[in-house]
C-alpha cells in the first residue's frame, strides 16, 4: 500500500476516534514500520509487538503451550490467542490485529500449509475476523502482501463500521 493510502487508513482512524494495536510474527514488525510513514499515526497506533518465537508468543501474548503444540505456531489458533493477549496487554485498543504464518521453508510447513500460508485475527469491537491466506512469492514478497492484506481488511472493517445503522444513530445524535 502506499504512504498515502496508509495516510488515508490513519486518518479514518482519527476520524472514527480509534486505536490500533498489533502483534506481528512472520512480518516482522513490518505492518508498524510502514504505518510509521502515516501522518497521525502517533495517535493511533498505541503499540506492537514482534513475537516471532515461540517463547516469545508465550511469555508476551500468553499463547498456551499446548495451543503451539497441537496447531503450531504457525495457525489460526495461534493467531486468536496472539490477539488475545494483545487485547489484555493493550485493552484501550479498539482495533487489535495479530499475525503468523509461513514466509519461508520448514517451521510446519505441509502440503496443505504450504510456504506463503498467512493467518491473521482481526479482533474489532470485540469480535475475531479470521483469515487465511496464501500468498505466492519470495519471503520479502509473502511479508508485503501480508501487511498489504491487514491494511486492506482494516480499511474494509472500517467502511463497514461507518455505513452501519449504530453509526448512522450516533453521527445524528451527536449533530
Not at 490500533?20 to 512480518?27: D, H, K, M, Q, V
Not at 510513514?37 to 509487538?49: C, I
Request: a neutral charge; proline letters at 3%.
Amino acid at each position: 500500500m502506499k504512504p498515502t493510502d496508509l495516510s488515508v487508513l490513519v486518518k479514518q482512524f482519527l476520524q472514527h476516534k480509534l486505536t490500533l494495536a498489533l502483534a506481528e510474527s512472520c512480518t516482522c514488525g513490518l505492518v508498524a514500520a510502514q504505518l510509521a510513514e502515516a501522518e497521525g499515526v502517533s495517535e493511533v497506533l498505541l503499540g506492537s509487538v514482534v513475537t516471532y518465537n515461540a517463547e516469545a508468543k508465550q511469555r508476551l501474548l500468553g499463547v498456551k503451550k499446548k495451543t503451539l503444540e497441537d496447531y503450531t505456531a504457525e495457525s489460526q489458533q495461534t493467531t486468536n490467542e496472539m490477539v488475545q493477549g494483545l487485547q489484555r496487554q493493550l485493552p484501550n485498543a479498539d482495533v487489535c490485529v495479530a499475525v503468523t504464518g509461513l514466509c519461508g521453508p520448514g517451521a510446519s510447513e505441509t502440503p496443505e500449509k504450504p510456504v506463503g500460508t498467512v493467518f491473521i485475527t482481526i479482533l474489532w469491537q470485540g469480535r475475531a475476523h479470521e483469515y487465511r491466506e496464501v500468498f505466492k512469492g519470495t519471503g520479502e514478497k509473502l511479508r508485503q502482501q501480508a501487511a498489504e492484506f491487514i491494511y486492506l481488511k482494516i480499511s474494509e472493517l472500517m467502511s463497514r463500521h461507518q455505513d452501519s445503522p449504530e453509526q448512522a444513530t450516533l453521527m445524528q445524535k451527536a449533530k
